[in-house]
């Protein structure tokens, strides 16, 4: 007979049964001056989304039962004598959610993750807090300051250089449901409050005999209605009128709903010491005090801050209540309290497509890592232009020099446009300038000094009459804006004298197209010499120029054998060229000479060549300066059109807003500009100084814009929409260090990307 014996098998639990703790990451925040905590509360609605269902908590798997904890999310305020810090304890799996709303709530902080807190919090001394009153009540909630943050601070006032304070805010999320049930079983609480019934949680005797009283009250008006056979509801009353919630309390009963536990802590060598400030810490809370009001009770025990719920009491909070205690350093508490760790400015860095390229930007730094950014060298984006924008002595010409040199290394053209004080900026650009590459153009040297004359349009043999005379009329054109440059307050530049003054200049240009703007006045002035150049002109152009030598026939005046000019009709053009002889030497002589001498701009600019127009103020006239700036801005304009396209031409316009008519020229040039090959860099000391046309040009036409250190705040409010986007405020502007500008880039990944960078040494 055999004994049959049944083997005991053993198990492990792990086997059968697995608990998964919550894994969380240490976030520090950094905040700078532009820091505002109106949305915090956001950050709430978002820490409730992190509650899970119970059958979310626990699942069967593969035989095996799963256990998941329950998620939270911690806030810690760490105040010491050296520093005031802020952390996150944050689920990690929800970093990059939290990461990204705390971004959204704080545009300008920094987000750093951290090993742990800067303190062992249960080796300090423990205060909890916990409303007073029923919960339904709310504390004092205004978005609009930070005033419990500022009362917090003011702890700073007793602390000494050993010791440290910290708020510890517990948010554990509730469900939908739970917060419904809190908001229903709390209706009749809200109705004793406003019949002045007490609310407290813990009533002491005083509180017991105010209750009794209050019956007694009740009963005796109750008895004296029966006697006088009055309604239950007629007002014949001690106590008269109900008690107003405030508009927290009344907000609260709309608002979503979290559960909070708040943790204030001390750390001192002396224990009573560590009391004293526990104390003082907490009386900073009155700051917020409205329906209700928080009170604090010692926690002696060790508390285990990685669980949702750390053992003290809760207290069940709006999410803008909440959002109260979830505040960083804006600008007024960093200016007040120098411990307070934070960042001038946003430090971003640029993006991949501007870390190559031939001209640079400057050096981007983000941390301690430093990123040196180039202007993209996309085809279409680097024809675009820039706006150097910075008060006097900001460093513009100093980087503009920098620009020159990247630009002629990397066989750029540049062209140079300079008509401020003695011309520094031109001379700093000559001195890196190959000589085989320069071209200086001296408006004070008559051996390179340029006559009036628009050489850019020319004619050969080849042409036929018509296109011949199509150039003569397009050259004539242009001095209809030349002399409008010469203010004359006694005379004015009517439609007919520009019809003169055009058929004058065409009509000379065929007989010759090197002729001098004094010949095209001859003719005008002078009826011989106006019937002896018609004469010279050839037959077909005659025809096709009858109606010009009408125009001008006009002008004469003749009787009895002699001829006289109508000078009363070309008056306001004879009085602005006496301006132009008159006012210097150097513009008389641009005026008499011929052109044959003058530099072909087409073929200087396709070989690349350097070229620096040189006006010195002291010795031009504002008059004769714009002038000279207009007719050198004609040229080269002309110049791009008529095919000087085969190499990239920058070029540089230092305070445009001297030169108005260079303005009116530059509105169609920025919106033109990328199809002939031209990338314009203006510097100005702030947008205003512009036209209104100008302007709109600038905005619209894709330009990049560096504002350096002491740009003026308008400029930033006129580029608003593109830095806001990437988190900057004017309080970045503001806190610019010298020598580094706010960039707002135009490229081809994100269209405008903003940054702050140090200007190239």
Not at 183 to 210: H, M, P, Q, T, Y
Not at 348 to 369: F, Q, T
Not at 532 to 541: F, V
């Amino acid at each position: 007979m055999y004994s049959v014996f049944k083997k005991r098998i053993s198990i492990k639990l792990s086997k059968c049964i697995e608990v998964n703790k919550a894994e969380y990451t240490h976030i520090q925040v950094i905040p700078s001056k532009s820091c505002k905590n109106t949305n915090t509360d956001k950050i709430l609605v978002l820490a409730n989304t992190m509650y899970k269902k119970l059958d979310k908590l626990i699942r069967i798997e593969n035989k095996k039962l799963i256990i998941e904890s329950k998620l939270k999310l911690s806030y810690y305020i760490h105040i010491s004598k050296q520093s005031t810090e802020f952390y996150f304890i944050v689920p990690s799996c929800f970093y990059s959610q939290v990461k990204t709303k705390l971004s959204e709530t704080w545009k300008n902080v920094e987000i750093n993750k951290v090993d742990s807190l800067p303190i062992n919090i249960n080796e300090c001394t423990k205060y909890q807090l916990q409303y007073k009153l029923n919960d339904v009540l709310s504390l004092n909630v205004d978005k609009r300051n930070n005033s419990l943050l500022n009362a917090n601070m003011s702890i700073l006032e007793i602390l000494q250089t050993d010791e440290a304070v910290g708020i510890f805010y517990n948010f554990i999320p509730m469900s939908q449901k739970e917060q419904n049930y809190f908001k229903i079983s709390s209706r009749e609480a809200l109705c004793n409050f406003k019949k002045g019934i007490n609310l407290k949680k813990s009533k002491n005797i005083i509180d017991l005999g105010v209750i009794t009283l209050k019956f007694l009250v009740d009963f005796i008006n109750g008895l004296l209605n029966a006697f006088l056979n009055t309604s239950s509801n007629n007002v014949n009353m001690i106590v008269p009128f109900d008690k107003q919630t405030s508009t927290s309390t009344t907000r609260k009963t709309k608002s979503d709903i979290i559960k909070t536990q708040a943790i204030i802590i001390a750390k001192s060598d002396n224990k009573d010491r560590e009391n004293q400030l526990c104390t003082t810490l907490y009386n900073t809370f009155s700051s917020v005090n409205g329906d209700n009001e928080l009170e604090m009770q010692e926690v002696k025990k060790d508390l285990d801050f990685y669980k949702d719920d750390i053992k003290v009491k809760s207290n069940y909070t709006s999410v803008l209540e909440a959002g109260k205690f979830i505040n960083v350093a804006g600008k007024d508490i960093i200016e007040q309290h120098k411990n307070i760790k934070h960042n001038k400015i946003l430090e971003l860095r640029a993006p991949r497509c501007l870390e190559n390229g031939d001209v640079r930007i400057g050096d981007v730094k983000v941390k301690d890592n430093k990123q040196m950014t180039y202007y993209s060298t996309d085809e279409q984006m680097k024809r675009m232009g820039r706006v150097l924008l910075g008060p006097m002595g900001a460093g513009k010409d100093y980087y503009m020099t920098n620009l020159a040199k990247d630009i002629i290394k990397a066989g750029r053209g540049l062209i140079v446009e300079d008509y401020i004080d003695k011309c520094q900026l031109a001379d700093s650009i000559k001195a890196i300038t190959p000589p085989d590459r320069l071209i200086e153009i001296d408006c004070t040297n008559p051996k390179t000094l340029q006559t009036f004359s628009y050489d850019e349009y020319s004619y050969n043999d080849s042409m036929t009459e018509y296109e011949k005379v199509d150039v003569c009329m397009q050259k004539a054109q242009q001095y209809n804006m030349l002399l409008d440059t010469i203010n004359d307050v006694n005379s004015t530049l009517t439609p007919r004298m520009l019809r003169y003054l055009n058929a004058a200049a065409t009509i000379v240009f065929r007989v010759n197209q090197y002729s001098s703007l004094k010949d095209i006045i001859d003719i005008l002035k002078n009826p011989k010499k106006r019937d002896e150049t018609i004469s010279r002109l050839p037959k077909t152009a005659t025809d096709l120029l009858k109606d010009e030598i009408d125009d001008l026939e006009e002008l004469s005046k003749r009787k009895n054998g002699t001829i006289e000019n109508a000078d009363t009709k070309i008056d306001g053009i004879l009085d602005r060229i006496s301006k132009l002889k008159s006012s210097s030497i150097f513009t008389k002589l641009a005026y008499v000479n011929e052109s044959s001498n003058n530099i072909d701009f087409i073929k200087a600019i396709n070989e690349g060549k350097v070229i620096l127009i040189k006006i010195p103020a002291k010795k031009f006239s504002k008059t004769m300066r714009s002038l000279l700036a207009t007719f050198f801005l004609q040229k080269i304009w002309i110049a791009k059109e008529q095919g000087a396209t085969q190499t990239q031409t920058e070029l540089f316009i230092n305070e445009i807003h001297q030169s108005y008519h260079c303005q009116l020229l530059m509105e169609d040039i920025l919106v033109e500009c990328r199809k002939f090959n031209l990338t314009p860099t203006l510097s100005l000391h702030y947008l205003d100084q512009c036209t209104k046309n100008l302007q709109k040009s600038i905005l619209a036409s894709g330009a990049s814009f560096l504002l350096i250190q002491g740009t003026d705040i308008k400029v930033y409010n006129e580029l608003k929409r593109y830095f806001e986007k990437d988190g900057y405020t004017e309080t970045d502007l503001a806190e610019l260090e010298r020598y580094h500008a706010l960039c707002l880039i135009k490229n081809e990944d994100t269209g405008y990307s903003s940054f702050v960078c140090k200007l190239p040494a």
